[in-house]
């Protein structure tokens, strides 16, 4: 019988979604509720495991980790990609990486949702009427706006496609777009620099990477207007995290809307919690992909992998 963990199910839905009783009587299954944040904590946690199912990216497993996991067979990650595995070292110990089908509407609606909420200063009103005041913030329209999108993937064609729909004029810019992809979309091409200067909104769907890790920093956002707004729901290091604390205290932009972080949960007294209590922040828990249809292909997909994998025929293998 396969020893199956399911790791950071923070909202305990696993049996909710996962169809397990396929693997009935063939897996004992267990379920971390809770991150574990120490790497020994983990390692004793885990070491009783062949499979591990991971949730995105908010375990990381690590070369040291992997290796101190003697019964590991089987790793599974939600989604067709994970940097936060040490893929290199699954496959020198003969260990099976997989992954599972994705859905990605939901992180892009979220991201626009934070656009709005941050660009017309609502979560402030929102305040207001909870604590019985009334209007208090003058917010701004989108049309005629200019959204700047950086990395024109699935998620920047989508947000581009509502910025257009809104009215915006959509700009892009990546360290791989062409001007031929931004054709394709009906989106202008501009250089580096230009995304900057001219973005009211700038929102951000690059993947992390050696080159895109704090590329946003205070150079960047120097170039921007006072005026303009950051969202972020890719990953937290793209924006140097020290540099936008200090923009939006000084007021170099007016706001910004964040999903992810660069620690994962975020600390109960960090600075971007207290901060978001007097300034035009919004922040949300990595919500991005957190959905009712999102999960459901998730969690299948954790059981068609192990599935597979018992019929020795595995599945999505990633190496």
């Known amino acids: 019988?396969?020893?199956?963990?399911?790791?950071?199910?923070?909202?305990?839905?696993?049996?909710?979604?996962?169809?397990?009783?396929?693997?009935?009587?063939?897996?004992?299954?267990?379920?971390?509720?809770?991150y574990i944040e120490n790497e020994e904590s983990l390692i004793n946690d885990l070491s009783e495991f062949n499979v591990l199912c991971l949730?995105?990216?908010?375990?990381?497993?690590?070369?040291?980790?992997?290796?101190?996991?003697?019964?590991?067979?089987?790793?599974?990650?939600?989604?067709?990609?994970?940097?936060?595995?040490?893929?290199?070292?699954?496959?020198?110990k003969n260990i099976i990486f997989c992954g599972t089908d994705n859905r990605f509407h939901s992180t892009a609606e979220l991201s626009w949702l934070l656009t709005m909420l941050v660009w017309?200063?609502?979560?402030?009103?929102?305040?207001?009427?909870?604590k019985?005041?009334?209007?208090?913030?003058?917010?701004?329209?989108?049309?005629?706006?200019?959204?700047?999108?950086?990395?024109?993937?699935?998620?920047?064609?989508?947000?581009?496609?509502?910025?257009?729909?809104?009215?915006?004029?959509?700009?892009?810019?990546?360290?791989n777009l062409t001007k031929e992809l931004c054709h394709e979309e009906d989106v202008e091409y501009v250089l580096e620099d230009e995304l900057f200067k001219r973005s009211d909104i700038l929102t951000v769907h690059t993947k992390l990477s050696e080159r895109t890790e704090g590329f946003i920093n205070e150079n960047k956002i120097s170039l921007m207007k006072n005026s303009s707004i950051i969202i972020n729901t890719s990953r937290g290091p793209i924006i140097n995290e020290r540099d936008l604390l200090l923009s939006l205290e000084n007021k170099k932009i007016s706001g910004a809307g964040l999903d992810v972080f660069d620690i994962?949960?975020?600390?109960?007294?960090?600075?971007?919690?207290?901060?978001?209590?007097?300034?035009?922040?919004?922040?949300?828990?990595?919500?991005?992909?957190?959905?009712?249809?999102?999960?459901?292909?998730?969690?299948?997909?954790?059981?068609?992998?192990?599935?597979?994998?018992?019929?020795k025929k595995p599945i999505n293998v990633l190496i």
């Open 1 to 34: 019988m396969l020893k199956v963990a399911v790791l950071d199910d923070y909202q305990n839905v696993t049996k909710k979604f996962g169809n397990w009783g396929v693997l009935k009587e063939k897996i004992s299954l267990k379920i971390f509720n809770k």
């Open 55 to 92: 949730m995105r990216e908010r375990t990381k497993l690590s070369s040291n980790i992997i290796e101190k996991l003697p019964n590991l067979k089987l790793v599974i990650t939600s989604g067709m990609w994970n940097p936060s595995v040490d893929s290199f070292k699954l496959k020198e």
């Open 120 to 130: 017309r200063g609502v979560k402030i009103e929102f305040e207001n009427v909870e």
């Open 132 to 175: 019985g005041k009334w209007q208090t913030e003058i917010g701004r329209s989108l049309f005629g706006k200019t959204l700047g999108v950086f990395g024109l993937g699935r998620q920047g064609k989508q947000v581009s496609r509502f910025g257009k729909a809104f009215g915006m004029n959509v700009i892009a810019w990546s360290h």
């Open 264 to 311: 994962e949960p975020l600390p109960k007294n960090h600075k971007l919690r207290k901060m978001a209590k007097r300034l035009n922040l919004v922040l949300t828990p990595h919500i991005g992909y957190v959905s009712e249809e999102t999960y459901e292909k998730f969690h299948k997909g954790y059981v068609k992998a192990i599935v597979g994998f018992l019929n």
